[in-house]
């Protein structure tokens, strides 16, 4: 066994190496006649059937699987007959996850097919499946490598990993010698790999901090990685290495990596996206070359920015070792690339669009306007001819048997919406920024990541378009090698850690009984722990604080319960005082738990009400307008809705109208049950709107109206109007505002609340119509009286000032030095002073008034020192100000 010392890849690499049989050898190759072999490049060890001196890494094997008459198949049919391989293997295939990853909040997207089942709680790992082994085809977002999208020919934004999991070994589940197994026969049989080229190369798999881990076999055929089969075997708490009592297998077959060695394309998107490019081709405004880009992919893979030092000269000595002149390759190669880049882009638009994130400033929805410029760049450098919108909707139709939620956002215009309104945001970012990139090339600056990052942000400049211009000006430009390295968003969210519980609660504490689900408000509870002001009971009440909805209210034993929390099941009621050494609070005792239901109907109105806002937004707005968050409490809630502009006046009405007319008509609530894929397949993923979490059982919110009329289901932990719909009563918006980009907030009162606010507007209009002397209906035209009415008056106390200044500047601007105290404000002094030196440009004036306020001007013919005069003639006295020759003015202390 592993010990827990210096827990690095490299050195678990080594440990596993040691001892390849336990760790690496199955079944198979003993069968099949495979022996281990060392590389004598990289050194890794690797298995294969016949003698070889290297393993068949891409880095020193050239691709070897490409054929001359290149197979016909479309992706979904692929996937076909992928699953159809699995689920005669005894798996269940299961739909994609959606690409936004709402219910892993430490991730923008979805970047493995393996974090659909994973469910984080307190910082530990747990896994949640409704089948196993089982297949999902899940589309997946990752931006690491965006610049080498459309040249390596393998690079994307967007890909399906094709996940290939089983569970729980060795309770349920298949472990190492089944997966090879699997793995071998699908390679060999439905991929057609001759078990002769098959080479498994033996490798680590491990979480970034390394809590869990294990060995890995990746297969290679051909030059190209095809998989790695990874076996999560070990966990590692606490500087401990322990087994897992639930082993994982966790396969993420690379679809498009697979589709391509099916087919034999040159490179990956031809395989990829070959009905598209068939079906856009009349549109094209450019001629692809397809035989010199041919000639061109060969060597392409070796282009990849991440690990080439100079992509430059690599470029150009690429060029040269494949016969194409530099002429051929601007002119012939880089539109395909482009068009290659095009078609990805708008993949992973239309994934992340159709599944709520939207193009912004922030989060991963920074990402995808990246790529949207870099998109609209490259269509209109290259003249491809042909709009996003195109592209997507063609996308769309050829993926609608996996990924149905697509064509849903083409056909109802959102999708086209989004990318029109970024498109002309786009376009006036961007007069500037030819501007900006002149000036650059101008000066030659040294661009750094930073500085690109600032040029993206403020100036809207993107970092190729620099780099274009440079190239076309033959000027060259010193810039990072992966000039979006320091501006693409990484995967993770950067978020505070949750916290822990204030107290520390024993170990062992059995769960704590929900009572609030079944619409409890009392109960007599056993106390299980009690320190401090915290207070643990077998059964509780007491609903607490979360998903977004605010804790309950009320008294345990007559004292007030201030904060209710869960922690890992078990319920911490905070008190207002401390409860030590008090026998009601004693281990064992019954106290009664009662929750205050006024503050409770308040809180179930505003949640039911959430709900509500959230499904009419989304009718009146569009389909994009998904939940970003919500807050429930006694008096108010928001709910946060994406939106690429602020809402309007008119869209806030109708969202408000159309809730109301859903209440007055009547509305029922439901809870029920149901098993997630029965849900997915029955309400569609919005019924993740509000970050619930796919379980295998979940919690549905069912609002119908009277009649029977779908109008929201929500996988949702909170309280509701159930039986008690009525009290929601009406609901109305009382602000709205645009969070950060693409998000607004709806600030909204219903029920009870709502009452309440109204009462307080009406009292607080009443109050103020009575001090303006008026009715509360006419206040605004009271108030625009006397707005004018004091306009009026300032400006005859204006020109009343000005008289009097005029009136004393006459009387002093015969003298050439004025040493005159005035009791007016500092203000009239600077008036009159102006005056004199008007009249009288050889004066010099000092003036002052009672409260030791000093202003000095000297005129222009007086030859005088303004500052040094106001010194000479306060005697003793200290002046605390500033000044000029021309002119002083401050305060004698
Ligand atoms: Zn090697
Ligand atoms: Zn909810």
Not at 274 to 286: F, R, Y
Not at 523 to 548: C, H, I, M, N, Q
Not at 782 to 789: A, D, S, V
Request: aromatic share 10%; hydrophobic share 40%.
């Amino acid at each position: 066994m592993i010990d827990g010392k210096d827990i690095s890849k490299p050195r678990l690499r080594e440990e596993f190496a040691k001892n390849a049989k336990e760790h690496y050898k199955v079944q198979l190759f003993d069968d099949q006649g495979f022996s281990r072999h060392t590389c004598k490049i990289c050194k890794k060890s690797f298995w294969s059937i016949v003698d070889r001196d290297t393993c068949e890494d891409s880095s020193h094997t050239e691709y070897s699987f490409f054929r001359d008459k290149p197979r016909n198949i479309g992706y979904v049919e692929f996937w076909k007959k992928f699953a159809d391989f699995f689920k005669e293997n005894g798996h269940t295939e299961i739909s994609s996850y959606p690409v936004v990853s709402r219910w892993r909040q430490d991730l923008y997207f979805t970047i493995a097919s393996i974090q659909d089942f994973q469910r984080i709680e307190n910082g530990k790992m747990g896994f949640e499946y409704n089948s196993n082994p089982l297949i999902v085809p899940q589309m997946c977002l990752r931006f690491g490598d965006i610049e080498n999208v459309g040249v390596t020919g393998r690079h994307f934004t967007s890909f399906m990993m094709a996940g290939q999991h089983s569970f729980n070994y060795p309770k349920e589940g298949y472990w190492k010698d089944r997966t090879i197994e699997l793995n071998y026969n699908f390679l060999t049989k439905v991929l057609g790999v001759k078990k002769e080229d098959l080479v498994y190369n033996e490798d680590v798999w491990a979480m970034p901090d390394f809590s869990e881990f294990g060995p890995s076999l990746e297969s290679f055929a051909g030059g190209s990685e095809l998989v790695n089969s990874v076996f999560t075997q070990f966990e590692y708490i606490d500087g401990q290495v322990k087994e897992l009592d639930g082993k994982v297998v966790d396969v993420g077959w690379g679809f498009e990596r697979l589709l391509w060695f099916y087919t034999g394309h040159e490179d990956a998107y031809d395989a990829v996206f070959d009905s598209t490019i068939k079906k856009l081709k009349p549109k094209l405004g450019v001629e692809l070359d397809t035989k010199l880009f041919k000639k061109f992919a060969k060597v392409a893979g070796e282009l990849d920015v991440d690990e080439v030092k100079n992509a430059r000269q690599k470029e150009l000595q690429l060029l040269k070792s494949a016969g194409i002149t530099i002429e051929d390759y601007e002119k012939k190669i880089k539109p395909s690339q482009a068009l290659y880049a095009v078609l990805d882009h708008t993949r992973t638009l239309l994934f992340g669009i159709a599944y709520g994130s939207l193009p912004s400033n922030i989060g991963g929805g920074y990402n995808l306007r990246i790529i949207l410029r870099r998109a609209l760049d490259f269509i209109e450098r290259y003249n491809l001819g042909i709009s996003i919108q195109d592209i997507a909707e063609q996308q769309a139709s050829e993926l609608h048997e996996l990924y149905p939620e697509l064509k849903d956002s083409v056909k109802s215009g959102d999708f086209s919406e989004v990318i029109e309104i970024e498109k002309k945001r786009y376009i006036k970012n961007r007069e500037n920024s030819g501007r900006v990139v002149e000036a650059i090339i101008e000066r030659k600056e040294k661009l750094d990541a930073k500085r690109l990052r600032t040029l993206y942000e403020s100036d809207g400049v993107n970092p190729e378009f620099i780099k274009s211009v440079a190239a076309e000006k033959n000027v060259k430009l010193e810039m990072p090698e992966n000039i979006y390295e320091g501006i693409i968003v990484g995967d993770l969210v950067k978020k505070e850690k949750q916290k822990g519980p204030e107290v520390a609660v024993p170990a062992g504490l059995a769960e704590t009984k929900q009572l609030y689900y079944d619409f409890e408000s009392d109960s007599r509870s056993k106390v299980l722990f009690s320190k401090g002001a915290y207070v643990v009971l077998d059964k509780t009440p007491f609903y607490p604080e979360g998903g977004g909805q605010a804790a309950d209210q009320g008294t345990l034993c007559g004292m007030r319960v201030i904060d209710v929390q869960k922690y890992n099941g078990i319920i911490v009621h905070t008190l207002e005082r401390q409860v030590d050494g008090l026998k009601e609070f004693s281990h064992g005792s019954v106290v009664e738990a009662k929750v205050d239901l006024g503050i409770r109907y308040r809180l179930i109105a505003h949640h039911t009400a959430t709900h509500l806002i959230s499904a009419a937004a989304r009718k009146i707005i569009g389909k994009h307008a998904w939940q970003e968050g919500a807050k429930k409490e006694p008096d108010k809630a928001h709910i946060d809705v994406a939106h690429f502009e602020r809402f309007s006046d008119a869209q806030l009405n109708a969202i408000e109208d159309q809730v109301n007319a859903w209440l007055r008509s009547g509305i029922k609530v439901q809870v029920k049950i149901a098993d997630r894929g029965e849900a997915e397949a029955r309400y569609g993923f919005e019924i993740y709107q509000g970050h619930g979490v796919p379980s295998k059982r979940m919690r549905l919110v069912l609002i119908e109206s009277k009649k029977g009329e779908f109008i929201d289901a929500e996988a949702c932990g909170g309280l509701h109007a159930v039986n008690a719909e009525s009290s929601v009563a009406l609901i109305k918006i009382i602000d709205s505002y645009r969070l950060h980009d693409g998000i607004n907030r709806i600030e909204f009162v219903a029920g009870q609340a709502a009452l309440d606010r109204f009462r307080a507007v009406g009292n607080t209009l009443l109050q103020a119509a009575q001090k303006l002397n008026s009715d509360q209906f006419k206040i605004i035209e009271r108030i625009t009286l006397t707005e004018e009415e004091n306009k009026r008056m300032k400006k005859q106390l204006q020109e009343f000032r000005e008289a009097m200044a005029e009136q004393a500047a006459k009387s002093l601007a015969e003298s050439d030095k004025v040493n005159q105290e005035i009791d007016v404000p500092r203000d009239m002094l600077r008036m009159i002073a102006t005056k004199i030196v008007a009249l009288n440009s050889a004066a010099v004036v000092l003036l002052k008034n009672r409260a030791g306020e000093v202003v000095c001007i000297a005129g222009e013919k007086s030859g005088a020192d303004a500052l040094k005069f106001v010194k000479e003639n306060i005697g003793a006295r200290k002046f605390v100000g500033g000044g000029s020759q021309k002119f002083a003015e401050g305060k004698i202390a």
